[in-house]
């Protein structure tokens, strides 16, 4: 299991975008948050794809994400979000 945290421009990228949308939306990103959380404590090495060493991106459903994966450390830092268009 992997510990997973956030900076605070990633936190702040994830307020704003849930912030701009709408209730449904705000629904959608909830749930894929809570399923993405998940994920990452999982098997956050594995999830993704590999950018450069221990840095990956997740882009799917409603949002793509950037995080960094410490495998000695057990810890997940959540770097961007960004919203992915319709």
Excluded: C
Excluded at 50 to 59: A, D, K, T, Y
Excluded at 60 to 78: A, H, N
């Amino acid at each position: 299991m992997f510990t997973v945290t956030w900076t605070q421009p990633a936190r702040d990228q994830l307020a704003g975008i849930w912030i701009a949308s709408d209730s449904a939306e705000r629904h959608r990103i909830t749930d894929y948050m809570a399923e993405v959380d998940r994920n990452l404590r999982a098997n956050a090495d594995r999830i993704g794809e590999s950018r450069e060493p221990g840095v990956r991106i997740l882009v799917e459903k409603v949002l793509g994400l950037e995080f960094q994966v410490s495998r000695d450390d057990r810890l997940v830092t959540v770097k961007r979000v960004w919203s992915i268009e319709p």
